[in-house]
Every structure is written in C-alpha cells, then in structure tokens.
C-alpha cells in the first residue's frame, strides 16, 4: 500500500520533470518530507486547458457520497475501474500525484521497520491516482492506486503504488482516452516502469513514534549514510548499508 510519502520540491519542479513545456504554476504550498493521509496534497491532471496543478484531499470520497462515508487513500488497480465506489473517477478522474518516493513499513517480530524506496536516480516519480469533487461538501478528493509488489519490493509489503515515468504519466491524465484505451494502458502500469532502490532503516533506541519528516535532511548526505547514523526529531536510527536493495 503507499500511507505516506515525501513530496519535497517546489510545484515547479515537479511540473517541469512531468512537461518540460508546462508554464509554472503558483499555489501555497508547503513541501514536506512526511505527507500522510488527510492532508491537503499536489496532485497533477489535465481539463480542456491542459494541465491542472491542484491541492486535493488525501482519502477519496466519490461524487455521490455523503461526509460520513468511509474514505479510503487506496484503491487497488485491479478493481477500480468496476466497482461502484471508483468507477466514474476511472472514466474521467484520472491523476497522478508528484513524489520523490515513498515509506514503506515492514512487520518483523521485533515490531513494524520503516524503508524508504525512491527512483535509483533519485528523480521524481509520478504516482497514479484517481480523484473526484463531491457533491455534498464541494471537496476534490483524491486516492494513489496500488497493484501487487513486485522483485524485492514484496519481501517489505504485498502491496506497492503505481510509479511511472513522465511519458506515462502524460498518457494517463489525458482526457481524450476511450475506456478501451484506459484498460490498455492500466495493462502497461501493471509492471513497474521505473528502477526503484530501498533504504533500511534500524532503531537505534525507543521512540513513542516515526516521524518521516527528518529524512529530508540526511538522505541525500553521502557522509552522513558512510557513518551510518541517521538522527532525526525522534531519535536516532541506524542506516544499515548491507539492507540497502534495488527493484527494476
């Protein structure tokens, strides 16, 4: 499954590495290293001007729906597009969600050990969402799809989200595609289209809980990974290089 995520760039960066030709966007936002559910989100889609860059609600709520219906960040690609509850937003709600990776969180017997699992080349990568406005609270909310994991990524969790590259991410917002074209393509995203590395992360003493968010200062220190510390707002984690895997 995919439940938080770091989406640390500026909104023009991300547009950029989706359409190098998409003129920038200004909207108040905050980059963030630990995005969790129930947040307000970028999410990138297209209407009959082109590309629309948005902040939508994290947990989905169909246009039908009243406030108290549940609200899932997921769906699963192999359902969406028949049941009840995505299937409209499969038609004409198609979006996907910028990102530099994701957290992922692995059972062990000693208790849940997080991982962080991002492009090899560090680049962004483009989650694949589905959104809608409802009619009730005149809300756009929004959840990421997720399909089962592959290679390596399965030995963390069953589930993975949907990554692709830019090209790909292009084609699945466009407005202009057929069902049939849409159930081909989610063919194609059906097999991972980027290589993904992953970190391991250890604990090092007891916390009360994991914050996400002082990743962003250390991740891409090369000294600080050589050492193998990691200290953060909650403590002190333990990089364990030999952990470290790859996914293509």
């Not at 995005?35 to 994290?58: C, K, M, T, Y």
């Not at 003493?205 to 000294?223: F, K, M, P, T, Y």
Request: a neutral charge; hydrophobic letters at 40%; one cysteine or more.
């Amino acid at each position: 499954m995919c439940g938080r995520f770091p989406q640390n760039k500026r909104p023009s960066r991300y547009e950029t590495d989706l359409d190098p030709d998409w003129g920038q966007t200004y909207l108040e936002f905050s980059p963030s290293w630990n995005v969790s559910p129930g947040r307000e989100v970028l999410v990138f889609h297209d209407n009959e001007a082109g590309h629309v860059a948005e902040l939508l609600h994290w947990g989905f709520l169909p246009y039908w729906a009243d406030a108290k219906a549940r609200r899932p960040i997921n769906a699963r690609l192999e359902t969406a597009a028949t049941i009840p509850y995505f299937r409209r937003a499969w038609r004409v709600g198609r979006c996907v969600i910028p990102a530099d990776g994701w957290y992922e969180w692995k059972e062990t017997p000693a208790g849940k050990v997080p991982y962080f699992i991002h492009r090899q080349d560090e680049g962004s990568i483009f989650l694949a969402g589905l959104y809608e406005i409802n009619r009730h609270e005149n809300t756009s909310t929004f959840a990421i799809l997720t399909t089962e994991a592959e290679g390596a990524l399965r030995e963390i969790h069953e589930r993975e989200p949907v990554a692709f590259t830019a090209e790909i991410a292009r084609q699945w917002i466009r407005r202009d595609l057929s069902l049939r074209e849409v159930s081909e393509l989610a063919l194609v995203l059906a097999v991972r289209l980027v290589c993904l590395a992953h970190h391991f992360f250890a604990r090092e003493q007891s916390q009360e809980r994991w914050a996400g968010i002082w990743l962003g200062s250390v991740l891409h220190d090369r000294h600080v990974l050589e050492r193998g510390l990691l200290l953060g707002h909650s403590g002190l984690w333990r990089f364990d290089g030999k952990a470290v895997g790859t996914a293509c």
